[in-house]
Antibody, heavy 121, light 107 residues
């Protein structure tokens, strides 16, 4: 069974940093691209970033470009999102999502349960 | 960036009704269109991919159609567990944008 478990969320002050993790199990992690998708309280879904299975290709939403960095450690079956210069508008539940293939495709066939990030003073 | 617009934003219907949700892309995305269902407090779930392909395990009362810029999600006969929020999403090119969502409520 595919399982994705996010961690690392919490309360952080504006301008601060946080690193999210997504631990994967039940599939060959290195064979699939992975994405982060967020959802602000009471709002819709916003795609944040994607990384290919090898880690060689990454893409970001304009809203986080230059502040967030996606990475993965295939030896640990874990994906990360390093979030710097956090703003109030980054407050959201952050989901990790498994893609359908090794290359970036934008098709999310399995999701974690999410971790809440709150940016507030 | 490709903008995705869903209509309606909310919809009231009864068990057994047939409902259709529409999604429009700001430019042609061929058939790179996916539909997700989200229930309160839960993660989204993939229903339909490539505009019309049913994800494994999803009931056949769900169907999708369209190509280019205009797409539809149809639920042929609503069941109580279908009341949720539905999102379309383009996978044509990053950033992989979502529609604003359609909240399906019980009448």
């Amino acid at each position: 069974e595919v399982q994705l478990l996010e961690s690392g969320g919490g309360l952080v002050q504006p301008g601060g940093s946080l690193r999210l993790s997504c631990a994967a199990s039940g599939f060959t992690f290195s064979s699939y691209a992975m994405s982060w998708v967020r959802q602000a309280p009471g709002k819709g879904l916003e795609w944040v970033s994607v990384i290919s299975g090898s880690g060689g290709s990454t893409y970001y939403a304009d809203s986080v470009k230059g502040r967030f960095t996606i990475s993965r450690d295939n030896s640990k079956n874990t994906m990360y999102l390093q979030m710097n210069s956090l703003r109030a508008e980054d407050t959201a539940v952050y989901y990790c999502a498994k893609e359908s293939q090794i290359a970036v495709a934008g098709l999310f066939d399995c999701w974690g349960q999410g971790t809440l990030v709150t940016v507030s003073s | 960036d490709i903008q995705m617009t869903q209509s309606p934003s909310s919809l009231s219907a009864s068990v057994g009704d047939r409902v259709t949700i529409t999604c429009r892309a700001s430019q042609s995305i061929s058939s790179y269109l996916n539909w997700y269902q989200q229930k309160p407090g839960k993660a989204p779930k993939l229903l339909i991919y490539s505009a019309s392909s049913l994800q494994s395990g999803v009931p056949s009362r769900f169907s999708g159609s369209g190509s280019g810029t205009d797409f539809t999600l149809t639920i042929s006969s609503l069941r109580p567990e279908d009341f949720a929020t539905y999102y379309c999403q383009q996978s044509y090119s990053p950033p992989f944008t979502f529609g604003q969502g359609t909240k399906l409520e019980i009448k």
